[in-house]
Nanobody
């Protein structure tokens, strides 16, 4: 059983920063590919970033590349999303997800999900 719990959301102004955390309760955290998705008001869930099991490889949506950074810390079984230069379009609920086999961009790939954390960017 894998449990994911996000934290770190909040409200910031345009240009501000937030760092999201995803605490993972699972055996062999290092074996899981991790990802972040988000869902804005009235929108579907979209891919934000993913990271390999080793942490050596990361993939980003074009809309966040250069502003967001995904990382993981094996010592505390946690995945992070550092978000800089935030824009109102980044607002939404951010979800952490885990998969044993891949770091693909499709939400249907991931077997485990957190409950989400809200991010609001005001102009």
């Amino acid at each position: 059983q894998v449990q994911l719990r996000e934290s770190g959301g909040g409200e910031v102004q345009t240009g501000g920063s937030l760092k999201l955390s995803c605490a993972v309760s699972a055996h062999s955290f290092s074996s899981w590919y991790m990802a972040w998705f988000r869902q804005g008001p009235g929108k579907g869930r979209e891919f934000v970033a993913s990271i390999s099991t080793s942490g050596d490889w990361a993939d980003y949506a074009d809309s966040v590349r250069g502003r967001f950074t995904i990382s993981r810390d094996r010592a505390v079984n946690t995945t992070y999303l550092q978000m800089n230069a935030l824009e109102p379009e980044d607002s939404g609920t951010y979800y952490c997800a885990a998969d044993w086999y891949t770091m693909a961009r499709s939400e249907y790939t991931y077997d485990y999900w957190g409950q989400g954390t809200q991010v609001t960017v005001s102009s």
